[in-house]
């Protein structure tokens, strides 16, 4: 699904540039949910803007589904973000003025789904995260855990070929956080391909596969006993 | 363009403050407003002036003879002569571009006394000798019978065409004036019509003329071949400015007079006249477009600005979009139209405003009688496309800038977080 060849990735930083990735490889299967681990300034966020097409990468290749992913001008790497991507995000992202049913149905609406189908989507994807009774509301009106959640229908709703998740649960509490990855998990047993960056060990012994980053190059990547979050809510 | 969703977020957008959207729509709404007032003041004024005109052929001459003041073969200065009827001939032959030429005899008027009696009732009005077509030069309202025609001019029928105020003053209220007879000069006329004239509103001293055939006016009062005074009218799209110096010389020529013996002819050239007020108007309406779209411009540019500010606000909701998909030009479409919408509907506002107030003003005027120089102040359908089309495109302009900041955001640095 995902193939990174010798991937590099620096900034420039007035005079003297950072070099925040030096050389990554590695293989996502379908149907994998893996974690990307590290500490900051280990570079996982730069990795996932590129594999998210949000930053370019200087060197190397990426390909996402078979499509090689390179010189993307905006209108194209949104398109691509569009129709192969879904974006969960630690601050949830959502767009205040806009209801969650709204919120949901904003990807299809930028694929050109007409508004009844759009609706009738985003209300199963929002029953899929247990909020369709919520679909009416406001983001201000949902608890952390609720618009989290909501943020997951809106990455489920395009369809997409990867889940891309940074920090999802950075800013809830353990128990919501838990909550969280039992839904992304029950995901994952869908059969999508999910990846998670994190910091929190326990959220990684979640997924299936952990890779750990350290100052740009991989440092470890092995596969795991997966740990049901279910059984701590 | 019709996009429900579309609409729905602008509306969302600009009703999240209300207190903002109103006080920056207020910027286009007062330039929009100030450019009709000004626009619709300079008409009133124009109406104002051009109703003192009337309906006058305005490309149009009016020439009389003064004294020679050069002595000319063998002639001596200060010698009085008169055009003679043999004088319009002689210009229908020798100068182009002539539309009419009418001569034309006069008495009464400024120096007369009490030249008109019927019955017992006695006025002072101006009489004129005419040809039939001073009624397209000087126009009039034949309100009833006919105007002096060519029969008249022939058999010389003493006829006459007597106005409102010579009516008012000459019969009683209801009484019939057609086929009655008037003593002007002591000589019967028998009228035959009588008129109205737009000029000055239809007051003053339009309304108390009275026409009669120019052939009958010079047998009884005995004027033989000597003609007052001229009005000549040239043919649309030649100026009569441009060729009176033609006219002139000729009967310079005709009459003996010293080629540069400018005295000797007076003149009151109307078109020039009415250019020099057509200018005026013209500038004014400079003025009123100058001033008005530069305040409107100051609306327009607390729009840009304001759009400027939302676009900073949204920076991270559009990199949410832009992660979630939405092209660049979508984004930029929404910014560009929720920009022009606000100035659309600010200045529909506007024009909406103007237009009650010049209402308001001509109730007033209506209700309190005429102002001078100051009639029906008014804005045309093509004022409102005008300032239409200047509204979307300093909508255009006011989105173009902010839309084009918006997209310039890369969606990851919109994303940072904290």
């Known amino acids: 699904m995902i193939e990174i060849k010798d991937l590099h990735k620096s900034y420039k930083m007035g005079s003297n540039s950072l070099h925040v990735l030096k050389g990554l490889n590695f293989n996502i299967e379908e149907g994998e949910l893996v974690a990307i681990m590290g500490s900051s300034g280990s570079g996982k966020s730069t990795l996932l803007n590129i594999l998210g097409m949000l930053d370019e990468l200087d060197e190397g290749s990426y390909t996402l589904d078979g499509v090689p992913i390179k010189n993307l001008n905006e209108t194209k790497a949104a398109e691509y973000r569009n129709k192969f991507l879904g974006f969960i995000f630690q601050s949830f992202n959502l767009i205040n003025y806009k209801t969650a049913l709204e919120n949901v149905a904003l990807p299809l609406y930028y694929q050109g789904v007409s508004r009844k189908e759009r609706q009738e989507k985003a209300l ?54 838990y909550e969280v990855m039992d839904l992304i ?46 059984q701590y809510v | 363009m019709f996009n429900q969703d579309r609409w729905k977020e602008i509306l969302q957008v600009l009703t999240t403050n209300w207190f903002r959207t109103i006080l920056t729509a207020f910027g286009v709404f007062w330039g929009i407003f100030i450019l009709i007032l000004l626009l619709s003041a300079g008409k009133g004024l124009e109406n104002g002036i051009r109703s003192n005109f009337g309906d006058i052929a305005t490309n149009t001459m009016f020439t009389w003879t003064q004294k020679a003041t050069k002595a000319y073969k063998g002639l001596p200065k200060d010698r009085i002569y008169y055009y003679t009827t043999d004088d ?24 007369g006394g009490g030249n008109v009696v019927r019955g017992l009732k006695t006025g002072a009005f101006s009489i004129y000798g005419d040809y039939p077509e001073i009624i397209k030069q000087q126009p009039m309202d034949i ?3 006919r105007f002096i025609n060519q029969l008249d001019i022939d058999q010389k029928r003493k006829v006459a065409i007597i106005g409102l105020d010579v009516r008012k003053s000459l019969y009683d209220k209801d009484e019939e004036v057609l086929g009655t007879y008037i003593k002007i000069n002591n000589v019967n006329f028998m009228v035959i019509g009588t008129y109205k004239k737009s000029e000055n509103n239809g007051r003053g001293e339009a309304q108390k003329e009275i026409y009669t055939p120019f052939t009958t006016f010079s047998q009884v009062f005995n004027r033989g071949n000597d003609i007052g005074w001229m009005a000549i009218t040239a043919v649309d799209g030649t100026p009569i400015t441009d060729i009176k110096e033609q006219i002139f010389t000729l009967l310079k020529e005709r009459h003996r007079i010293h080629p540069e013996d400018n005295r000797a002819i007076g003149h009151f050239d109307l078109y020039e006249e009415f250019s020099r007020v057509q200018r005026l108007f013209g500038a004014l309406r400079f003025i009123g477009y ?55 509907i600010s200045g529909m506002a506007g024009i909406v405003m103007g237009a009650l107030t010049i209402y308001g003003v001509n109730y007033l005027l209506d209700a309190n009688g005429p102002i001078p120089m100051f009639v029906n102040p008014s804005v045309n359908l093509g004022v409102v496309t005008v300032a239409l089309i200047i509204l979307i495109v300093s909508g255009l302009f006011a989105g173009f800038i902010p839309a084009n900041s918006a997209i310039k955001v890369r969606p990851i640095e919109a994303l940072r977080t904290e």
Not at chain 2, 93 to 108: E, H, K, T, W
């Open chain 2, 290 to 344: 100058f001033v008005g779209i530069l305040v409107l411009l100051s609306g327009v540019i607390g729009v840009s600005n304001i759009m400027l500010i939302v676009v900073k606000e949204r920076t991270k909701e559009i990199g949410i979009r832009r992660a979630l998909g939405e092209s660049p030009w979508s984004i930029k479409k929404q910014i560009l139209m929720e920009s022009i919408f606000l100035t659309i």
């Open chain 1, 185 to 230: 998990q029950k995901i994952n047993d869908d059969g999508n391909t999910i990846l998670v960056v994190t910091h929190e060990p326990d959220i990684a012994d979640m997924c299936k596969r952990i890779v750990h980053l350290k100052d740009g190059v991989i440092v470890e990547d092995k596969k795991v006993d997966q740990v049901r979050a279910s």
């Open chain 1, 124 to 177: 199963k994807y929002l029953e899929q995260v247990g909020l369709k009774e919520w679909a009416g509301h406001l983001p201000s009106e949902l608890s952390g855990g609720q618009k989290q959640r909501v943020a997951i229908a809106r990455a489920l709703a395009a369809e997409p070929k990867v889940l891309m998740a940074d920090e999802p649960t950075g800013a809830l509490d353990s128990k919501t956080s």
């Open chain 2, 143 to 145: 309100t009833s019978g």
């Open chain 2, 88 to 111: 319009v001939p002689a210009l229908w032959n020798n100068i182009d571009g002539l539309r009419y030429v009418s001569p034309r005899n006069q008495s009464g008027g400024f120096n």
